[in-house]
């Protein structure tokens, strides 16, 4: 069965055989530029040019995003102007891969995943970023294109930084560069932790690793995610997926309703994941410490 992930109009990329990322973007940037949802109270205020007003330095260490809220009042004031809000939706294509690098996205809520693309048709993801990081960092040492693709996991919202903006800030501030440096580290231990994950380990393990880590990175229990979106990051077939939700909801780990997930036992799920989970987690806590608790 078919299925449009929606991104505006401008063009379609079929990335498999049974579903296709949609996105758009314009000379002047990412289309699903927004002013912040007065509900969620997560996105900074925005000025009549559509940019966030800087914070004062007391609000900066508050800020929904934990890069940005690491970073010296002085650095922050640098970039904070510059901010604009942007709408992650569920299942959007952010960027592929080879295309040049643009946009730095900055989650506020919400997750996105970097996912690599196969001869096959195929995709499978390597890491997935959200509150506690930030999705384009490398940019800063002169990366020009993206190397994977970024699709939408879970739906929030972010903060959006041209890319030339950063590159700025990094050459100015030192403090600001070794930042971006171990939230790349971080990133490139959470990848390789992956393809080791993804060749070894079981469905079982491995989607319930995949749970507590998004979990962790939404920072709630309870998830908006079909049974086909989580095949395709996983690498399996839909069948798999079925199988082992209907294993973990037998066992009271988790309710699952079409569409929904909502974490029972969390315990219960660390019993069951593979060691990835804690390593990937480990290394995020020694590297840049702030990541989501």
């Given at each position: 069965?078919?299925?449009?992930?929606?991104?505006?109009?401008?063009?379609?990329?079929?990335?498999?055989?049974?579903?296709?990322y949609?996105?758009?973007?314009?000379?002047?940037?990412?289309?699903?530029?927004?002013?912040p949802?007065?509900?969620?109270?997560?996105?900074?205020?925005?000025?009549?040019?559509?940019?966030?007003?800087?914070?004062?330095?007391?609000?900066?260490?508050?800020?929904?995003?934990?890069?940005?809220?690491?970073?010296?009042?002085?650095?922050?004031?640098?970039?904070?102007p510059?901010?604009?809000?942007?709408?992650l939706?569920?299942?959007?294509?952010?960027?592929?891969a080879?295309?040049?690098?643009?946009?730095?996205?900055?989650?506020?809520?919400g997750?996105?995943?970097?996912?690599?693309?196969l001869?096959?048709?195929?995709?499978?993801?390597?890491?997935?970023?959200?509150?506690?990081?930030?999705?384009?960092g490398?940019?800063?040492?002169?990366?020009?294109?993206?190397?994977?693709?970024g699709?939408?996991?879970?739906?929030?919202?972010?903060?959006?930084?041209?890319?030339?903006?950063?590159?700025?800030?990094?050459?100015?501030?030192?403090g600001?560069?070794?930042?971006?440096?171990r939230?790349?580290?971080?990133?490139?231990?959470?990848?390789?932790?992956?393809?080791?994950?993804?060749?070894l380990?079981?469905?079982?393990?491995?989607?319930t690793?995949?749970?507590l880590?998004?979990?962790d990175?939404?920072?709630?229990?309870?998830?908006?995610?079909?049974q086909?979106?989580?095949?395709q990051?996983?690498?399996?077939?839909?069948?798999s997926?079925?199988?082992?939700?209907?294993?973990?909801?037998?066992?009271?780990?988790i309710?699952?309703?079409?569409?929904?997930?909502?974490?029972?036992?969390?315990?219960?799920l660390?019993e069951?994941?593979?060691?990835?989970?804690?390593?990937?987690?480990?290394?995020?806590?020694r590297?840049?410490?702030?990541?989501p608790?």
């Amino acid at each position: 069965m078919s299925k449009d992930i929606r991104y505006g109009h401008a063009r379609t990329l079929a990335i498999g055989a049974t579903s296709a990322y949609s996105y758009a973007t314009t000379g002047s940037g990412p289309t699903r530029l927004q002013a912040p949802v007065a509900e969620s109270g997560r996105a900074p205020a925005c000025n009549a040019e559509g940019t966030m007003d800087a914070p004062s330095p007391q609000s900066v260490s508050q800020h929904p995003n934990h890069v940005l809220a690491s970073l010296a009042p002085n650095d922050f004031a640098l970039l904070g102007p510059h901010l604009r809000p942007f709408e992650l939706v569920q299942e959007d294509l952010l960027f592929d891969a080879g295309e040049p690098v643009n946009w730095i996205y900055f989650p506020h809520s919400g997750v996105i995943s970097l996912v690599v693309g196969l001869s096959e048709r195929q995709v499978i993801e390597v890491a997935m970023v959200g509150r506690d990081s930030l999705v384009g960092g490398s940019a800063a040492m002169d990366g020009k294109v993206w190397q994977n693709r970024g699709v939408v996991q879970v739906a929030g919202m972010a903060s959006i930084l041209d890319v030339e903006r950063l590159r700025d800030v990094a050459d100015k501030s030192i403090g600001f560069r070794a930042i971006l440096i171990r939230h790349e580290q971080a990133l490139f231990a959470q990848v390789q932790q992956s393809a080791a994950c993804n060749a070894l380990h079981s469905v079982e393990s491995r989607l319930t690793r995949w749970l507590l880590r998004a979990c962790d990175l939404a920072g709630t229990d309870k998830l908006e995610l079909t049974q086909e979106f989580l095949a395709q990051m996983l690498g399996v077939r839909r069948t798999s997926v079925s199988l082992v939700a209907s294993t973990l909801q037998n066992a009271g780990f988790i309710r699952y309703r079409r569409g929904h997930v909502e974490i029972l036992n969390m315990g219960g799920l660390r019993e069951t994941a593979c060691e990835c989970y804690e390593t990937v987690k480990a290394h995020s806590d020694r590297l840049i410490g702030n990541g989501p608790k």
